[in-house]
């Protein structure tokens, strides 16, 4: 069955705009049964705008508060990755202690020498030097090691005093260990790198 408007209006003339008092007199000239159906429907025009409206601000509720998740996480983050650069600053002033001026007479070659000495191993060759400039003042100093024989253990703590040497920052790089007939010795090769100031 087919509804219009005009239809509606024949039907229930009420609805036409009218006075609130020429409302009343109109609800009055009802029978029982069209007051319960006009009263059934304002009521159900009520209970749609509060479902409406309750469920338009669920909605909202539900975006602000995946919003605000959101931002807690990007928060969290952003506190996380603080902290972080935070160490890492940390990390490196502490490292900028450790790079000595170039005129400090710290000499790569003679301090892994002594330290060779101190472990009593034996080096395989004379250690040579290399010099780059790096920029920012810096100037990298670079040594080829080679250790025929030292056991496994021996090699892991002096690799540990060399980078935490306190006067002087040191890094291991290309390391390489190789195993011998003798199960408790090895054979490897590294190269030490420090930073120097320069002048």
């Known amino acids: ?10 039907q229930l003339p009420f609805l036409e705009k009218i006075s609130p008092n020429e409302w009343l007199e109109k609800i009055d000239q009802l029978n029982t049964r069209e007051r319960n159906l006009v009263l059934g429907a304002i009521l159900g025009v009520i209970v749609l705008i509060l479902y409406l409206s309750i469920s338009s601000g669920l909605k909202k509720l539900d975006i602000l508060e995946k919003q605000l ?16 650069l935070k160490l890492k600053e940390e ?9 000595v ?3 400090s007479g710290f000499i790569l070659a003679s301090h892994m020498e ?17 010099r780059a400039d790096i920029g920012d003042n810096l100037e990298e100093v670079s040594t080829d090691v080679r250790i025929d ?16 040497n306190p006067s002087s920052l040191i890094r291991i790089k290309r ?16 190269k030490i790198t420090t930073y120097l100031k320069k002048s």
């Not at 990390?91 to 790079?99: M, N, V, Y």
Request: net charge positive.
């Open 1 to 10: 069955m087919a509804f219009s408007l005009s239809g509606i209006k024949e």
């Open 69 to 84: 998740k959101s931002n807690q996480t990007a928060l969290t983050q952003v506190e996380k990755l603080s902290a972080e």
């Open 91 to 99: 990390e490196g002033q502490k490292l900028q202690t450790r790079i």
């Open 101 to 103: 001026p170039a005129s």
């Open 114 to 130: 002594k330290e060779a000495l101190r472990y009593r191993v034996s080096l395989a060759k004379t250690l040579n030097e290399t």
């Open 149 to 164: 024989t030292i056991s496994f253990m021996k090699v892991l703590n002096l690799l540990t005093d060399l980078e935490n």
């Open 175 to 190: 390391l390489r260990i190789k195993s011998l007939p003798d199960p408790l010795s090895v054979e490897t090769n590294f």
